[in-house]
Each structure stands twice: as structure tokens, then as C-alpha cells.
Antibody, heavy 116, light 106 residues
Framework: EVQLVESGGGLVQPGRSLKLSCLASGFTFSNYGMNWIRQAPGKGLEWVASISSSSSYIYYADTVKGRFTISRDNAKNTLYLQMTSLRSEDTALYYC?????????WGQGVMVTVSS | EIVLTQSPTTMAASPGEKVTLTCLASSSVNYMYWYQQKSSASPKLLIYYTSSLASGVPDRFSGSGSGTSYSLTISSMEAEDAAIYYCLQLTSTPYTFGAGTKLELK
């Protein structure tokens, strides 16, 4: 069974940093591209970042480019999102999602709240 | 950036009613993908490659379209279909979602 479990969220002050993790199981993690997608409270879905299976290709939304870094450790079956210079508008539920022809499996999400 | 515009924003349908949701893209896309999200759950894949039904999805759901115009149809509304529906394009980065259509049970 495919499982994606996010962790690392919490309350953080504006301007500070936070690192999210997504532990994958039930499939060969190193064969798949992975993504982070977020959802602000009461709002729609926003794609954040994408990384290919071997980390050769990485893409970001303009809203996070230069502040967020997506990475992965295939030996640990783990996806990461390093978030710096956090802003109030980054407050959201952050999902990791596996990418095949689309985002076919999603985690349950981890909440990040940016507030003083 | 390809902007996806979903309509209507909100609608209500009676049990057994046919429902059609639309998604218009600002530029041509290769395929459209549709997701269903209920309350606080993670989004669930319904349709991929514009018209292919994801595993386990009831066949009352169908997708169609091409170019810049796509639609998701529910042939006969059921209570469990009340949810928010999102379209997604993966033709080019940034990948973009529509703002969603909230479908309620009448």
C-alpha cells in the first residue's frame, strides 16, 4: 500500500525557517517524481515544487522561488521541503504527492502556520 | 502561466440529476486532470488524461474536452458526490489548479 506521511510542520514566526519531510512507503521511491502542494485555510490547491526521481529536474512556483528548496534522499525514501524567509501567506496545509502521469497519491498533509 | 478557470463556482444538484463542471484554460493544454476533495480529506484523483477513470472511481463520472475547454460530468448525482472539484494542468510549469467548484446536494 502506497503511503506518504508528512511531518515537520508547526507554528513559526515570520522570517524564520522550517523543514518539512515526507516519508514514503509501499513503492520504489527512487523511481518517481515527487511534489509539494499546499492549501491555505479555506482556499484552493496551489502547486509549490516538483523534483524528478534522480533530482535532475527541479521546478518551483514563483511564489516560493528563492525561498523554498525541494530535495530528496532516495536511500531514506524521504522528500523534503526547506522553507526559509517564511511569510504569513505561506500558512497552509502542505501535501506531498507522488507523480506518475499525474499526482496519483497524496499524503494527509502537515500544517504550517506563520504568525508572530 | 496557464490559468484554469472553473465554472460554476458553486452549484447544487438533486439526487439523480446530471451535473457538468467546466474548466477553461488560458492556453491549450495536452490533458486535464480532475480531483475531488471532501471536507478535510486529501484530494482524490477522479480523471486522468482528460477522460480516463481512476481506479475505484464510479463510472457515473466522466471527463471530456480538448485544447482549452474541458468538462467533468456526473451522470446521476449522488449524496456522496457533494464535494469540491478541482481541475489540474501538467502541460507546463508552473503546474496550476483551477479555483474549484463546490458541488452541494439539493
Amino acid at each position: 500500500e502506497v503511503q506518504l506521511v508528512e511531518s515537520g510542520g508547526g507554528l513559526v514566526q515570520p522570517g524564520r525557517s522550517l523543514k518539512l519531510s515526507c516519508l514514503a512507503s509501499g513503492f520504489t521511491f527512487s523511481n518517481y517524481g515527487m511534489n509539494w502542494i499546499r492549501q491555505a485555510p479555506g482556499k484552493g490547491l496551489e502547486w509549490v515544487a516538483s523534483i524528478s526521481s534522480s533530482s535532475s529536474y527541479i521546478y518551483y512556483a514563483d511564489t516560493v522561488k528563492g525561498r523554498f528548496t525541494i530535495s530528496r534522499d532516495n536511500a531514506k525514501n524521504t522528500l523534503y521541503l526547506q522553507m526559509t524567509s517564511l511569510r504569513s501567506e505561506d500558512t497552509a496545509l502542505y501535501y506531498c504527492a507522488r507523480q506518475t502521469y499525474t499526482f496519483d497519491y497524496w499524503g494527509q498533509g502537515v500544517m504550517v502556520t506563520v504568525s508572530s | 502561466e496557464i490559468v484554469l478557470t472553473q465554472s460554476p463556482t458553486t452549484m447544487a444538484a438533486s439526487p439523480g440529476e446530471k451535473v457538468t463542471l467546466t474548466c477553461l484554460a488560458s492556453s491549450s493544454v495536452n490533458y486535464m486532470y480532475w480531483y475531488q476533495q471532501k471536507s478535510s480529506a486529501s484530494p482524490k484523483l477522479l480523471i486522468y488524461y482528460t477522460s480516463s477513470l481512476a481506479s475505484g472511481v464510479p463510472d457515473r463520472f466522466s471527463g471530456s474536452g480538448s485544447g482549452t475547454s474541458y468538462s467533468l460530468t456526473i451522470s446521476s448525482m449522488e449524496a456522496e458526490d457533494a464535494a469540491i472539484y478541482y481541475c489540474l494542468q501538467l502541460t507546463s510549469t508552473p503546474y496550476t489548479f483551477g479555483a474549484g467548484t463546490k458541488l452541494e446536494l439539493k
